[in-house]
């Protein structure tokens, strides 16, 4: 009799549901007679997702290449979705905030520890021959990862270092972006002239850049914390869980493509230039770029320190590594 109940209600809350769609529930329930079951591979587009590795080469290895970019990028989505819930939240709520940045950080530990895949997966010589068929593709392109910055902290902290301090939260955000500090990175030094690489990233992407910017102007996830009551900024968990995030997206996740970098493009005749002529040496060091979404959380020596302790352990792996 209880369960007569409770299907009885089910049903007048679908009717009211549905009664204001121009259907009868009656209509509604015939098609959920007709519709098929659900399944695993359907609901996750399996067999489309598993089609999307198509390799340019006949190297193995570049199927493993491939298809650990496009997890990155899965994850990445990932961490985009806790930001923009994060940043839009009006609740001020520490609990959720704390929880959100809780899982942006989980995100990147999977991402930092499966770097691996990258550094010892792959024959370097395999490498060395498929990556002359993806040019002037490259990792620098990956627009997400922009995104997260421009989501994470104000833009004027992602202004190349050696420019920073000639701007402002004052600054418009087209001033900004045009001296945001990953063009260094495909711009040659010698000439001023952007990379083939850079040109199409900025030809796509920039107009989609520049809006995300302008939606979070002093909205970002920096701005959040900042607008929080004194003794919630103070919390040790939240603390300490930005400034994991920081230490993830701008030292770790950084001195990994290093590591992959010098073991795939470095030797002792000169280096190897990156796929996409990316400045490889001078925009990966997170010393040099001195990128910091959260710079309230510390202090001025540990700012002008940033990334340094780990920079030397990569070209001094014999040393101990400073923690």
């Known amino acids: 009799m209880e369960d007569k109940e409770k299907i009885k209600s089910q049903i007048s809350k679908l009717e009211e549901k549905y ?15 007709h519709q098929r079951y659900l399944t695993y591979w359907d609901y996750i587009h399996l067999d489309t997702l598993l089609s999307l590795q198509v390799p340019r080469t006949h190297f193995p290895d570049e199927e493993i290449f491939i298809m650990y970019h496009q997890i990155t990028e899965l994850y990445f989505k990932l961490i985009l979705h806790e930001q923009k819930q994060l940043v839009d ?5 520490l609990a959720f905030f704390i929880e959100k940045v809780r899982r942006i950080n989980s995100y990147y530990t999977v991402l930092i520890s499966s770097f691996s895949v990258m550094i010892k997966g792959m024959e370097r010589e395999q490498f060395l021959q498929y990556r002359m068929a993806l040019l002037p593709a490259s990792g620098f392109q990956s627009a997400q990862f922009r995104m997260i910055e421009l989501y994470a902290t104000p833009l004027e902290n992602l202004v190349h270092i050696t420019e920073r ?28 002239e952007k990379t083939l690489t850079l040109k199409q990233f900025e030809y796509r992407y920039t107009p ?20 929080l009551p004194k003794e919630q900024r103070q919390d040790k968990t939240l603390v300490e869980s930005l400034k994991t995030l920081d230490i993830n997206a701008n030292i770790n996740w950084q001195l990994m493509h290093m590591g992959s ?45 940033w990334g340094k302790q780990w920079v030397d352990h990569m070209l001094n792996p014999d040393k101990s590594r400073v923690e």
């Open 19 to 33: 009664k204001d769609s121009g259907q009868d529930l009656s209509s509604y329930l015939d098609g959920l007679l």
């Open 261 to 305: 970098a010098h073991r795939y493009l470095r030797r002792d005749t000169g280096d190897i230039e990156a796929t996409g002529g990316t400045n490889w040496k001078e925009y990966l060091p997170p010393s040099f770029q001195k990128i910091v979404f959260f710079p309230e959380l510390y202090t001025e020596q540990e700012l002008n320190n």
């Open 165 to 192: 301090a000639q701007f402002s939260s004052e600054s418009t955000i087209e001033e900004l972006y045009e001296h945001i500090y990953w063009k260094r990175g495909a711009t040659d030094k010698d000439t001023g």
């Open 208 to 227: 989609r850049l520049i809006r995300i910017a302008k939606q979070v102007e002093n909205a970002t996830i920096y701005h959040k914390y900042l607008s």
């Open 89 to 93: 939240d009006k609740s001020d709520n």
